[in-house]
């Protein structure tokens, strides 16, 4: 089987979150002469395959194979490929089952290795992500079989294909602030603590400032109001609490801490509660890794560009990989209609991801 045939036949087991649409088994047995091991969690389907070929590192591939619902706006079955001018549509054609098909692929036909290849796939990355990879890499830590270097093949790319790397990830902490006022008649404002205003007159200080500078590696850690609302809908009734809340997406110089304090500076006078959140913890690997040098140079390799090492956009699964001292990196197509209708890449980019990956197999 090429590794478009594998592609297609992936695209079209519907895997909406938490199902896996029985690819977990199909790849189980499509690497025969591999080790696999199912930790199955609350409906998530995880598996963990791997061949020991020598005594050498241990390079695992991971990915989801679930996919967002699709939506409307299609203009063809999203779980019936369609390919047209070179494309192929479908729903997780770029996010992820490019990478999947790609990198099981290139694990299949490695020859030899020096180590250990593997592959972490879960159903679950899409949806909470609460017993997928973790749970796997809770299993491969009791084992001793955590990998040494990871790659995660998330579609990373943006105008071409190969132009970027994830090397890290911001974190994302989320807040509620609650402000406590006392309600009464908007014609006797004296007689009430109106918390609208009390916050609008520090709102300016917060919304959309940074709270550090950057580096190299990641953009500012930026305060984002998403949502304020208070009282009833009325206009003769001030409001006896406001509620705000925000995002942060956080670099490694700013804290759960540095953000407690931050509010705490603009709302110390006022009778006020926070709640924060953090979903996800900032992390950034290494240029100077064996991995990274040599996914960077296996990209030059196939397209001729070398790429740039990003930590922009969302979260991914690499944060739970990363936690436990892995080097780990992103590589995949490009990221132009993730998540949207008619989600589609192209035949030359998933094939020229494969050959990346065959690359690092052999270089590694």
Not at 328 to 353: M, Q, W, Y
Request: with cysteine; aromatic share 10%.
């Amino acid at each position: 089987m090429r590794v478009i045939d594998l592609f297609i036949a992936i695209l079209e087991r519907k895997s909406e979150t938490p199902d896996d649409g029985g690819i977990l088994d199909f790849i189980s047995g499509y690497l025969d002469g591999f080790e696999s091991v199912r930790i199955d969690r609350e409906g998530v389907k995880n598996l963990f395959i791997y061949k020991k070929f020598g005594e050498g590192p241990h390079l695992c591939f991971a990915g989801h194979v679930d996919v967002v619902p699709a939506g409307d706006g299609w203009k063809s079955d999203p779980y019936k490929v369609k390919l047209e001018e070179g494309y192929i549509y479908a729903r997780g054609a770029q996010d992820m089952k490019s990478g999947v098909a790609a990198f099981t692929q290139a694990v299949k036909e490695a020859e030899g290795f020096n180590g250990t290849l593997s592959l972490l796939l879960t159903s679950d990355e899409e949806g909470p992500a609460k017993y997928g990879t973790v749970e796997l890499l809770k299993w491969l830590e009791g084992q001793n079989l955590l990998p040494d270097a990871c790659i995660v093949a998330e579609p990373t790319c943006e105008v071409l294909f190969g132009d970027a790397i994830k090397v890290g990830r911001r974190g994302s902490i989320n807040g509620v602030i609650e402000k406590i006022g006392k309600q009464g008649h908007a014609a006797y404002p004296e007689k009430a603590t109106n918390p609208i205003h009390k916050v609008a007159q520090v709102l300016h200080h917060m919304a959309g400032v940074d709270l550090d500078e950057g580096d190299d590696y990641f953009a500012p850690s930026k305060f984002v109001v998403t949502d304020i609302r208070a009282g009833m809908e009325v206009t003769n009734v001030t409001p006896g609490k406001l509620k705000m809340m925000f995002n942060v997406r956080n670099s490694t110089k700013t804290t759960k801490e540095d953000i407690e304090h931050f509010v705490h500076r603009y709302f110390k006078e006022m009778n006020y509660t926070l709640t924060l959140d953090q979903s996800a913890k900032p992390f950034v690997t290494d240029a100077d890794t064996t991995i990274v040098r040599c996914l960077d140079a296996a990209i030059e390799t196939v397209t001729g560009i070398r790429p740039k090492h990003s930590t922009a956009g969302g979260t991914s699964d690499a944060r739970f990989i990363a936690e436990y001292g892995v080097n780990v990196i992103e590589f995949g197509v490009r990221n132009d209609t993730i998540h949207a209708p008619n989600e589609r890449t192209s035949v030359a980019e998933v094939e020229k991801l494969y050959e990346v990956f065959s690359e690092v197999i052999r270089t590694f």
